[in-house]
């Protein structure tokens, strides 16, 4: 097995669409759409797909902040990751990627995890002055 996630998905076609179908779930979330107020989801989208691209052996095509920086601002708690995971899981079914090919995506995604989850609100941290720090608490009709 030589080739790379990034070949072995379909490449910058999948990521794209795998990332359109995810982003239409997380801006329609009653919870998540919460953080992406202020983004263009095809901005996001793009990001995504190049950043992941990268990540799993495709073009160097990122120019973006690392992980840690792009959500120093952004209170993600367990919880949050844990339904983003979900939500990116059912959009790599509902894409219909093989079951083994999801798990190795998922795991990719997995070790960004540290980088960005915080335990309190106190430790989100701001790029710029007057920078909104974001931290929304989880809806009580949300079961993870």
Same mark, same amino acid.
């Given at each position: 097995?030589?080739?790379?996630?990034?070949?072995?998905?379909?490449?910058?076609?999948?990521?794209?669409?795998?990332?359109?179908?995810?982003?239409?779930?997380?801006?329609?979330?009653?919870?998540?759409?919460?953080?992406?107020?202020?983004?263009?989801?095809?901005?996001?989208?793009?990001?995504?797909?190049?950043? $992941?691209?990268?990540?799993?052996?495709?073009?160097?095509?990122?120019?973006?902040?690392?992980?840690? $920086?792009?959500?120093?601002?952004?209170?993600?708690?367990?919880?949050?990751?844990?339904?983003?995971?979900?939500?990116?899981?059912?959009?790599?079914?509902?894409?219909?990627?093989?079951?083994?090919?999801?798990?190795?995506?998922? $795991?990719?995604?997995?070790?960004?995890?540290?980088?960005?989850?915080?335990?309190?609100?106190?430790?989100?941290?701001?790029?710029?002055?007057?920078?909104?720090?974001?931290?929304?608490?989880?809806?009580?009709?949300?079961?993870?």
């Amino acid at each position: 097995m030589d080739k790379t996630l990034f070949k072995r998905i379909g490449g910058l076609e999948t990521l794209q669409k795998v990332h359109r179908i995810f982003y239409d779930k997380a801006y329609s979330h009653e919870w998540l759409k919460l953080y992406f107020t202020d983004k263009p989801q095809t901005l996001l989208e793009d990001q995504q797909t190049d950043f $992941m691209a990268q990540l799993i052996g495709g073009p160097k095509r990122y120019a973006g902040k690392t992980p840690r $920086m792009a959500h120093q601002h952004i209170h993600i708690t367990e919880d949050l990751f844990t339904l983003r995971q979900r939500l990116l899981k059912e959009s790599l079914e509902e894409f219909g990627l093989a079951e083994h090919l999801i798990k190795e995506w998922l $795991m990719a995604d997995t070790a960004l995890k540290r980088a960005i989850t915080k335990d309190s609100v106190e430790q989100c941290t701001q790029a710029y002055p007057n920078q909104e720090i974001l931290s929304f608490p989880k809806p009580k009709d949300i079961n993870l």
